[in-house]
């Protein structure tokens, strides 16, 4: 992701948050959702909380309650939960194991739309930049991505610690999860929403 100009160029301000977004255990329900693509973001997401933690930038932890009464992302669930290794980490932020650390909560695909207000705490927290990972590319990743483009926040997003899974739409298309991560990660980066790039070039830049 990114070419090797813009690779070089790439800067993580000290002050950028990183948004982890629904990375929750009822995506693990593949019967539910269908098969995904990226079985390793999972532990790429892992190395972006450790390094924004290690380095003392601000992490948001992002939570989808969902209200449709299928899903396993409906609050009361065990899917509604983070994953154990999110878990992990956020015990240790609330142990003082790195920067600030929020707790946003959402229905909706856009983190920005959630509670508490995401923007005012960046604004808080003079973060002028973020970092997005999680689940999924397409659906909340790629909404809080377009909606953080257009309100004027420099976005970068982790395009391999991200995931989503196959999807059936109108006219009887149907596309793979790698598919519609691909025409996600083409639409943030070309249309300018987003810098797409990997985890291996955000978490290097980071620790500049």
């Not at 142990?95 to 229905?107: I, M, Q």
């Not at 808080?124 to 809080?144: D, F, P």
């Not at 257009?150 to 976005?155: K, Q």
Request: aromatic share 8%.
């Amino acid at each position: 992701m990114g070419d090797n100009t813009e690779s070089k160029q790439l800067a993580v301000a000290a002050g950028a948050a990183l948004v982890v977004v629904d990375v929750q255990k009822g995506f693990e329900e593949l019967g539910f959702w269908g098969p995904r693509n990226n079985p390793g973001a999972d532990e790429n997401i892992a190395a972006l909380v450790d390094v924004w933690q290690e380095t003392g930038r601000p992490v948001v932890f992002v939570r989808h309650d969902s209200v449709n009464p299928r899903s396993p992302l409906r609050p009361g669930q065990e899917g509604n939960d983070f994953k154990e290794y999110v878990e992990e980490r956020r015990a240790k932020g609330a142990a003082g194991g790195g920067g600030a650390e929020l707790l946003v909560t959402k229905s909706v695909n856009s983190a920005f739309l959630g509670s508490p207000d995401l923007g005012a705490w960046l604004t808080g927290q003079g973060a002028g930049q973020i970092v997005l990972a999680g689940i999924q590319t397409n659906m909340c990743v790629e909404t809080t991505a377009r909606m953080g483009g257009n309100l004027g926040y420099d976005v970068l997003v982790a395009y391999d610690a991200t995931h989503t899974f196959d999807l059936a739409g109108p006219f009887g298309w149907r596309r793979t999860a790698e598919e519609l991560a691909q025409a996600s990660a083409v639409s943030l980066h070309g249309g300018g929403f987003a810098r797409v790039l990997t985890t291996k070039e955000i978490v290097t830049a980071a620790r500049v």
